[in-house]
């Protein structure tokens, strides 16, 4: 460790304390609008020590000093992120669960909200007695929902599709690296997808693209760098919703369930969709915030 940090002050003339550095890369990224930024600068500086995040707040501790090589580094991933580059797609990775998977352009990076959809398939997966029942991940991304619910429920099959050639690179990376033996992943349109399994799918679950086309994201990570194949549903972002929900009652077998994530004033029209569909016990959920955030349904 002491080609990355030197721990005494007289050490070496070229060099510079590490939370001075912390601080500068603080106030730049709190400048360009980035709300946790003491987190983001401590990922951004463990990235190039090569440190967890618990281990540069021991550093900071120690008033460890850090070589101007690794300096410049540090504050040119700053200045990629005050630009708003996702910061998932500095570092290279996005963390979802127990799961670290791999990602960069083209391919949507998971969010948190994203983990208690997971956890419903899950939840639904583990009160079943069969012995090997279904899942299918309609429109994968990352994998991070296929490839969660493979790895906390090792018993279930698992089967996911993607439709995008510049995702599938990521997504193949991490069912490779992940080593997930009960999960399958294809490429091709989720409306059409495991044509084999009609009728014998216990659970359905997705994420899929929801909002409007001329709705315009907040946020400009999502704005600028997630892929519009993973974020636009038509005019009323509700296109592939529709897909999801025929293709779901397909795969279903009786008793089967579907749940998906959406935004949060869409719950009531998803419901409709549903019901004309003919699925049944149709019910939205509020993600951690209070907002509602997921729909789930039953096939008679």
Not at 179 to 187: K, R, T, V, Y
């Amino acid at each position: 460790m002491r080609d990355i940090l030197l721990r005494s002050e007289t050490t070496m003339t070229n060099s510079r304390a590490l939370d001075s550095l912390r601080l500068q890369v603080m106030q730049t990224l709190s400048a360009a609008g980035i709300t946790d930024s003491d987190v983001d600068a401590e990922l951004l500086i463990g990235h190039v020590l090569g440190l967890g995040r618990g281990e540069v707040q021991a550093r900071l501790i120690l008033k460890d000093l850090v070589t101007d090589e690794h300096e410049r580094l540090i504050l040119e991933l700053t200045a990629r992120r005050a630009a708003r580059e996702p910061l998932q797609h500095i570092l290279g990775v996005a963390w979802f669960r127990s799961l670290t998977l791999e990602v960069g352009p083209g391919v949507f990076v998971p969010r948190p909200e994203t983990e208690q959809l997971a956890q419903m398939g899950i939840d639904a997966l583990r009160s079943l007695a069969e012995r090997s029942p279904i899942a299918v991940d309609l429109g994968t991304g990352s994998g991070a929902i296929a490839l969660a619910l493979a790895s906390e429920v090792p018993h279930a099959r698992i089967f996911a599709v993607e439709k995008s050639s510049d995702a599938m690179p990521w997504t193949r990376k991490n069912f490779e690296r992940l080593g997930a033996d009960n999960a399958i992943l294809i490429q091709g349109d989720l409306a059409d997808a495991f044509s084999e399994l009609d009728g014998t799918v216990a659970v359905v679950v997705s994420n899929p693209p929801y909002i409007p086309t001329d709705a315009i994201p907040r946020d400009p990570e999502v704005q600028l760098h997630d892929p519009h194949l993973a974020l636009y549903g038509g005019d009323d972002g509700l296109d592939v919703v529709r897909l999801v929900s025929q293709t779901g009652l397909r795969l279903a077998r009786s008793g089967g369930a579907l749940m998906m994530e959406h935004g949060e004033l869409q719950g009531e029209d998803i419901r409709n969709i549903l019901i004309t569909d003919g699925w049944r016990a149709t019910a939205t959920h509020r993600d951690l915030l209070g907002r509602d955030r997921y729909t789930s349904a039953t096939r008679p």
